[in-house]
């Protein structure tokens, strides 16, 4: 049996970040999550915070696949969001798993954690797509990348409509 070419699969897009509910960050972070399933992408999340978890509820409700990378070793783990659980058992480790798992990482809010995830995506060359005007370390990565040496496009979005312009332009989306 062959592997199937690249073009063959389903791409993949990383939900990483934070945003508490009722912010405009989370009602982004939910919108996007209902685009990434009505363009066919595959959404990853961790689901470890409200916005990674609403991204991924919404992209299930829409018809979405849904892959959940989780730090613990518990594959029982009950009304995860997804269609595939990853439970990797490498605590924070896990985070490198989450910058290789997508063809591109959205950026949402985000604080140590997410600042490891895109340090992590950024050296394995992943285009950034992170969320601007909604506040969070997302909010200043366009102007403040990881470092200098430009490993891959960061592209920033602030409306739904930014956000599929976005995935449209990395070729992500060819329907």
Same mark, same amino acid.
């Given at each position: 049996? =062959? =592997?199937?070419?690249?073009?063959?699969?389903?791409?993949?897009? @990383?939900?990483?970040?934070?945003?508490?509910? #009722?912010?405009? +960050?989370?009602?982004?972070?939910? *919108?996007?999550?209902?685009?990434?399933?009505?363009?066919?992408?595959?959404?990853?999340? %961790? &689901? #470890?915070?409200?916005?990674?978890?609403? $991204?991924?509820?919404?992209?299930? $409700?829409?018809?979405? =696949?849904?892959? *959940?990378?989780?730090?613990?070793?518990?594959?029982?783990?009950?009304?995860?969001? @997804?269609?595939?659980?990853?439970?990797? /058992?490498?605590?924070?480790?896990?985070?490198?798993?989450?910058?290789?798992?997508?063809?591109? @990482?959205?950026?949402? /809010?985000?604080?140590?954690?997410?600042?490891?995830?895109?340090? !992590?995506?950024? !050296?394995?060359?992943?285009?950034?797509?992170?969320?601007?005007? &909604?506040? %969070?370390?997302?909010?200043?990565?366009?102007?403040?990348?990881?470092?200098?040496?430009?490993?891959?496009?960061? !592209?920033?979005?602030?409306?739904? +409509?930014?956000?599929?312009?976005?995935?449209?332009? !990395? /070729?992500?989306? =060819?329907?």
């Amino acid at each position: 049996m =062959t =592997t199937p070419p690249a073009s063959a699969r389903p791409r993949q897009v @990383c939900v990483l970040g934070s945003a508490e509910p #009722g912010s405009p +960050a989370y009602d982004l972070a939910a *919108s996007a999550g209902e685009l990434i399933a009505r363009l066919g992408l595959t959404l990853v999340s %961790g &689901c #470890g915070s409200p916005a990674t978890r609403v $991204a991924a509820e919404r992209a299930l $409700a829409a018809g979405g =696949t849904v892959v *959940s990378i989780v730090p613990s070793d518990d594959i029982g783990l009950k009304d995860w969001p @997804c269609t595939v659980l990853i439970p990797c /058992g490498m605590g924070d480790a896990r985070n490198l798993l989450m910058a290789l798992a997508g063809d591109a @990482c959205l950026v949402i /809010g985000g604080r140590a954690g997410t600042k490891s995830e895109v340090c !992590l995506a950024w !050296l394995h060359r992943r285009p950034l797509l992170p969320l601007t005007g &909604c506040g %969070g370390w997302s909010d200043r990565l366009d102007q403040d990348p990881p470092d200098e040496r430009g490993n891959s496009p960061i !592209l920033p979005w602030n409306s739904v +409509a930014t956000l599929e312009s976005q995935l449209r332009a !990395l /070729g992500l989306v =060819t329907q």
